[in-house]
């Protein structure tokens, strides 16, 4: 026979168990935080004259693009050929909240016109919105392309002011910008161009003097002039950032201060 004492402290004794687990459960879950996704991420090494390059992006405790950048040793300044030349770039895939899919700098040791502005060697740092394949594709020899190179966007995807410079393939239309110290005056050392190609925008250029970038700048900041609106969705930036790297001995070229546009 069953005591007074066993049949009423038995319920008790499990329902003070019960609410015992449940508050160590709401306990836990108000004292975890999302997991810190920050960090600096780095595609594949690419070869570049004596040395090497490779793209990265930098995301914050989100997980949310702040840089999106070019590193390249120290080397890759040095026993640059005397011909024209590019290197291409695959972007890490933790980049992909922003518009851009791979990125290229292309040599120009003798530079390109306009002639006594760009005529000087220095560096065209292309970040695309189009994929490798698709900008194979833009061969000015073909009549097809070469109206869609012809095609413009409208205005307002440009930053106020740019207008159209020169026509390449592989790349598409060039827009520069007259008010440049470049235009008025100053020796070239840095610039920012865009590209375009069947109606759309598709490349942001950071051009650079070689002379420039051997100075080794530390964190130079330049605002970008931003256009009213924007072809690809993303994470775009706002400014850009040259940087040398004293611990690693890096060149960076970076779009820098990314927001979602």
């Given at each position: 026979?069953?005591?007074?004492?066993?049949?009423?402290?038995?319920?008790?004794?499990?329902?003070?168990?019960?609410?015992?687990?449940?508050?160590?459960?709401?306990?836990?879950?108000?004292?975890?935080?999302?997991?810190?996704?920050?960090?600096?991420?780095?595609?594949?090494?690419?070869?570049?004259?004596?040395?090497?390059?490779?793209?990265?992006?930098?995301?914050?405790?989100?997980?949310?693009?702040?840089?999106?950048?070019?590193?390249?040793?120290?080397?890759?300044?040095?026993?640059?050929?005397?011909?024209?030349?590019?290197?291409?770039?695959?972007?890490?895939?933790?980049?992909?909240?922003?518009?851009?899919?791979?990125?290229?700098?292309?040599?120009?040791?003798?530079?390109?016109?306009?002639?006594?502005?760009?005529?000087?060697?220095?560096?065209?740092?292309?970040?695309?919105?189009?994929?490798?394949?698709?900008?194979?594709?833009?061969l000015i020899e073909d009549p097809q392309v070469a109206a869609k190179i012809a095609s413009r966007p409208a205005a307002d995807y440009f930053p106020a002011g740019y207008v159209l410079?020169?026509?390449?393939?592989?790349?598409?239309?060039?827009?520069?910008?007259?008010?440049?110290?470049?235009?008025?005056?100053?020796?070239?050392?840095?610039?920012?161009?865009?590209?375009?190609?069947?109606?759309?925008?598709?490349?942001?250029?950071?051009?650079?003097?070689?002379?420039?970038?051997?100075?080794?700048?530390?964190?130079?900041?330049?605002?970008?002039?931003?256009?009213?609106?924007?072809?690809?969705?993303?994470?775009?930036?706002?400014?850009?950032?040259?940087?040398?790297?004293?611990?690693?001995?890096?060149?960076?070229?970076?779009?820098?201060?990314?927001?979602?546009?």
């Amino acid at each position: 026979m069953r005591s007074v004492h066993d049949s009423h402290s038995r319920p008790y004794i499990w329902t003070a168990i019960v609410t015992a687990a449940s508050v160590g459960a709401l306990m836990s879950c108000s004292d975890s935080t999302p997991p810190d996704k920050s960090g600096t991420f780095y595609g594949p090494v690419t070869t570049m004259a004596a040395g090497t390059g490779r793209s990265y992006v930098t995301l914050d405790g989100a997980g949310i693009p702040t840089v999106l950048g070019v590193a390249l040793t120290e080397t890759a300044l040095s026993g640059l050929p005397a011909a024209t030349a590019e290197y291409a770039f695959e972007i890490p895939s933790q980049a992909s909240a922003t518009p851009f899919k791979h990125a290229v700098i292309n040599w120009e040791p003798t530079g390109h016109a306009p002639a006594g502005v760009y005529t000087v060697p220095h560096f065209d740092v292309h970040f695309y919105t189009i994929t490798q394949a698709q900008r194979d594709a833009i061969l000015i020899e073909d009549p097809q392309v070469a109206a869609k190179i012809a095609s413009r966007p409208a205005a307002d995807y440009f930053p106020a002011g740019y207008v159209l410079g020169g026509v390449a393939s592989r790349m598409g239309q060039h827009w520069r910008d007259p008010t440049g110290p470049e235009f008025n005056g100053q020796p070239f050392t840095k610039t920012v161009i865009y590209g375009s190609y069947d109606g759309r925008v598709t490349f942001v250029e950071p051009m650079l003097a070689k002379s420039y970038l051997e100075t080794k700048p530390v964190n130079v900041v330049t605002a970008l002039k931003a256009p009213a609106k924007f072809d690809a969705q993303g994470y775009q930036p706002t400014s850009y950032t040259l940087n040398w790297d004293a611990p690693t001995k890096e060149y960076r070229v970076a779009l820098t201060e990314l927001v979602l546009r």
